[in-house]
């Protein structure tokens, strides 16, 4: 996949021809390197060409050049977010965000970087989704973007269908459940649930949680396991109703202690379900 | 009981030998045998009575993981750590490391149990880095257990100070 190929090599030339290349931040073009111009074709080389050039290697004794990745993608990726993104395969500008599809060619394009998964899911920026109108969407946006839908296209349009049906997929199971919904709002506000011990935790619930995890432990019959299940899936209930009034008023800390509190329990539920599939 | 808690984190286990089989990892010391043997074997699981004023209890949870461990040591009248368990609820390396933390404060006594570091529980488990913090766990399960005990035995004091007046 020429996308994720590990050879790019930026010349001279191409520096000329394409100045967007030079104020792209993408951290793939910083680590290129230019290569003695006569190696290299003057015009623009398609990304079938690159593949086909086997022999860049330059003649004579310089061995400097250094294979690198090349992001043979269009130059729309390049471009900064103040430029107005076009098609790459028209040219034709694309006048939707997302865009999914060119409106003119109809070719499939490839996601936009750090576009935020609730505009990808056309969902109101909010915890208390309607996962029925997101799974609704996750099913449409698949129907016209899995890649089997284009295994008779062009290699682009293969590439560009897997990185944005996978892109949509990650959306869709981000914004599906609760907590991972809450974790990716905190997020897209700069803030995360940081790794190590909780040194402020309230040392009760943290002894309510060893008891739940003992009691689930040392359960002897579904029965016993389900009532754990359901004792634990109503102060998921509480958490998220709570989360939901966090996060509307834009209490991030509040929604932050909240959402660890709903992770153990989330931990929890996931091993009732272990527990009562042993059962079986 | 042990297998009870052990089985918890087989799933977790299993990803982190797919990690493993990655190229880069098959350097390290065989820390996935030390890890496994301590979830299938581990040691000192059980609980000590909390209401005695010999034990300290640590309780400490890792909210971005989920995990919970309670540590607990019994301390004789001469400040040595003559017993300790542990209950962990969460992933292979938190159980391994709280296990190896209760091998390792026995025996020592309390100032001794306080220069425990996580990076030497890192290091006798060859945990990858993306499982250092389950020895930051155990660490500050040790360190929770310590303060625990030091509070009661100055309570203790207090009371005994008080009764003599």
């Known amino acids: 996949m020429l996308s994720y190929n590990s050879l790019r090599i930026v010349c001279p030339f191409r520096a000329l021809l394409h100045p967007n290349w030079l104020m792209t931040n993408r951290q793939s073009v910083n680590k290129t390197v230019t290569c003695s111009a006569h190696c290299v074709s ?8 690159w593949q086909r050039q086997n022999n860049l290697k330059p003649t004579g004794n310089e061995r400097k050049l250094q294979y690198l990745t090349y992001a043979a993608s269009s130059p729309r990726n390049y471009c900064t977010g103040q430029f107005k993104l076009n098609c790459w395969n ?6 939707q965000t997302p865009a999914f599809f060119c409106l003119t060619c109809k070719a499939v394009q490839p996601p936009e970087e750090d576009t935020s998964l609730f505009i990808i899911m056309d969902c109101d920026y909010k915890f208390s989704l309607d996962t029925h109108k997101l799974q609704k969407r996750y099913l449409h946006l698949q129907r016209s973007l899995h890649p089997d839908n284009f295994s008779q296209k062009s290699v682009e349009e293969q590439e560009y269908s897997e990185s944005y049906s996978a892109l949509v997929n990650k959306a869709y199971h981000t914004l599906l459940k609760p907590l ?16 190590g011990t909780d040194s402020g935790a309230d040392p009760e619930f943290l002894m309510e949680l060893m008891e739940i995890n003992e009691a689930l432990d040392e359960v002897k019959t579904p029965e016993e396991a ?8 109503g102060k998921l209930a509480v958490l998220t109703e709570e989360i939901d009034a966090a996060l509307l008023k834009g209490e991030l800390p509040s929604a932050k202690a909240l959402l660890a509190q709903m992770k153990y329990f989330a931990n929890i539920e996931e091993k009732v379900k272990e527990k009562l599939s042993e059962f079986m | 009981m042990a297998g009870t808690v052990a089985k918890t984190c087989l799933s977790p286990l299993a990803l982190l030998t797919r990690r493993l089989s990655a190229p880069e990892f098959i350097t390290q010391c065989c820390y996935h045998k030390k890890v496994v043997d301590h979830y299938e074997n581990p040691r000192n699981v059980g609980t000590l009575d909390k209401n005695s004023k010999n034990v300290g209890t640590g309780l400490v949870g890792a909210p971005a993981c989920g995990d919970v461990m309670k540590l607990q040591i019994e301390v004789d009248d001469h400040g040595k750590i003559v017993d300790a368990r542990f209950k962990t609820f969460g992933c292979g390396s938190a159980i391994a490391s709280s296990s190896l933390a209760t091998e390792w404060v026995k025996g020592k006594s309390v100032d001794e149990a306080l220069t425990i570091k996580n990076t030497d529980i890192a290091k006798e488990l060859c945990l990858p880095p993306v499982k250092l913090h389950c020895s930051m766990l155990a660490e500050d399960a040790i360190k929770a257990a310590l303060a625990d005990y030091r509070r009661k035995q100055q309570d203790d004091q207090q009371e005994a100070v008080r009764a003599s007046v």
């Open chain 1, 180 to 195: 991972s919904r809450g974790l990716y709002m905190l997020e897209l506000k700069g803030m995360v649930i940081e790794e």
């Open chain 1, 42 to 49: 003057p015009s623009f080389p398609k990304k079938n060409t």
């Open chain 1, 90 to 95: 028209c040219k034709q500008p694309l006048d």
């Open chain 1, 226 to 233: 389900n009532k754990i299940g359901q004792h634990t899936k």
